[in-house]
């Protein structure tokens, strides 16, 4: 079966500043929804870890914070949403981030009927920053933990490997200011840019709740009937 043929695909795009929880979130829906979590993040930061050509160039930009360029990070994702764990759905982490790659992103869907949904996770500032500084991450499975909000069972070690956890070089504190504000310029606006385009747009809470709690939120709210309703380009659903 070709994706075209498929009205039903299921397309999340979880949208949030850095430490919003969309890393936290998409793991837990993908067992959900049976769909792949795909993170621009990530697949950057694998090509950095193999120290290949892409990897190479993307590598001092990551470091310091800023956004890879829009035609890297398009490319990088049209291929993985060719592959065929993709075919019936996904979920994107992290990715679009500029208006530039929302416009891609759309046209993309547009041209194989796919409407996707996207959750907006409001978190408070403070917050973020509190959960970014103390975000430690087990360099061998990528499992993320929060020396706070969520600890692993012993301290500085994975619970999934014993791997000794590390700050990932971008959880830096100068180096969250400029993701910060690299959020605040470039991807906040897509939020009025989903709005404007009357793509689905939901938005979520999530400040305070336990993660199970909100991805049990994140759920429903992807598994709702209005949501799950087939194709139908004459139809914008954008509630809030
Ligand atoms: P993340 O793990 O999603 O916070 O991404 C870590 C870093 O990877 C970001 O600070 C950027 O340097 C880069 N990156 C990830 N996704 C994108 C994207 N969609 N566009 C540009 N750069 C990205």
């Not at 075919?87 to 009927?113: K, M, N, S, V």
């Not at 799950?228 to 954008?238: H, K």
């Amino acid at each position: 079966m070709t994706r075209t043929q498929l009205s039903m695909t299921q397309a999340v795009v979880l949208f949030g500043s850095p430490g919003s929880g969309k890393g936290t979130q998409a793991n837990l829906l993908k067992t959900c929804l049976k769909v792949p979590h795909i993170s621009t993040g990530d697949m950057l930061r694998e090509h950095v870890r193999e120290g290949n050509s892409l990897g190479v160039k993307v590598a001092s930009t990551m470091q310091a914070g800023s956004l890879v360029r829009d035609e890297v990070v398009n490319h990088l994702v049209e291929e993985r949403l060719a592959e065929p764990d993709a075919l019936e759905g996904f979920i994107l982490d992290g990715y679009p981030r500029t208006r530039t790659q929302a416009e891609h992103l759309c046209g993309w869907l547009d041209g194989r009927g796919i409407r996707e949904v996207v959750i907006h996770l409001i978190v408070d500032y403070n917050v973020i920053v509190a959960r970014l500084a103390g975000r430690r991450q087990c360099p061998r499975c990528g499992t993320l933990y929060n020396i706070v909000s969520n600890p692993p069972r012993v301290a500085g070690v994975c619970d999934l490997d014993g791997e000794k956890l590390v700050v990932r070089d971008d959880d830096q504190e100068s180096v969250i200011r400029q993701r910060l504000a690299a959020y605040e310029s470039q991807s906040r606006p897509l939020i009025d840019f989903f709005r404007e385009k009357g793509r689905r747009l939901y938005e979520i809470d999530a400040s305070d709740q336990s993660p199970e709690a909100l991805s049990f939120q994140v759920c429903r709210t992807i598994q709702s009937p209005e949501v799950r309703q087939p194709v139908s380009p004459a139809v914008s659903t954008n509630d809030h």
